[in-house]
């Protein structure tokens, strides 16, 4: 453990804070990636199997259940709860695109060919590249709303201090996960893609329904 990475968790945690936040306080879910909140929920489900059998600490443990919860939390408010408000016509990323090279990749690249390994690796190649069905809502819309992207600048803080934390944990461990560097340097590079859209054609939008803090339900 070092600064970089409690800072980085710290802002992973609170980008999905942000996020339920949101939906919660407007009763909405537009501009929301319903596909990439659930691509997360994968990430976190896979990665977090052995949170029975493999105590690390108490720090450790109380992070993954509260990220398995805010991702399934999340995922049931995007498809559940305000389903109505959800804009399905434009998050069509194809996740089959996503996840076969990913699934493949995982079988061919890992440190032990065992099924929590692999679901653990599997778990590190799909992060990377999670984001991407958001990144191509906002793309296809051109629009952001101002606290979507709070979110996404959270996301990729924290991607950025995790790269800075393996960096220290190679200068003081000589400790370095060539799976997890790799990943995460994939992951940080779509963050920029998006600071890069966001700036050159995305624009807040908060015109849902003016003053009432909800939006129009999306009708098929």
Not at 21 to 30: A, E, N, V
Not at 106 to 127: D, G, H
Not at 160 to 189: C, H, K, M, P
Request: proline share 2%; glycine share 6%; with cysteine.
């Amino acid at each position: 453990m070092n600064v970089f990475r409690i800072l980085g968790d710290l802002s992973h945690l609170l980008a999905m804070i942000l996020l339920l936040g949101k939906i919660w306080r407007s009763k909405c879910c537009s501009g929301i990636s319903g596909k990439s909140q659930i691509l997360f929920a994968l990430v976190f489900t896979t990665r977090y199997l052995d949170l029975f059998t493999n105590f690390i600490s108490v720090y450790n443990t109380v992070m993954k259940v509260v990220f398995l919860l805010c991702a399934y939390v999340t995922v049931y408010m995007i498809y559940g709860k305000f389903r109505k408000t959800f804009d399905s016509e434009n998050d069509t990323f194809r996740l089959e695109f996503l996840l076969v090279p990913v699934i493949g990749l995982s079988f061919l690249e890992n440190y032990s060919f065992t099924p929590l390994e692999i679901l653990w690796t599997f778990s590190i190649y799909l992060e990377s590249v999670a984001i991407l069905p958001q990144l191509f809502m906002i793309s296809k819309t051109g629009e952001a709303e101002t606290i979507t992207t709070h979110y996404l600048f959270f996301l990729g803080l924290y991607r950025a201090l995790y790269l800075a934390n393996w960096i220290r944990r190679y200068q003081t461990e000589n400790f370095y996960d060539q799976i997890a560097v790799v990943s995460g340097v994939v992951q940080t590079i779509f963050y920029c893609d998006f600071f890069y859209l966001y700036v050159t054609k995305g624009r807040c939008s908060d015109s849902s329904v003016a003053g009432t803090g909800r939006c129009h339900p999306f009708t098929s």
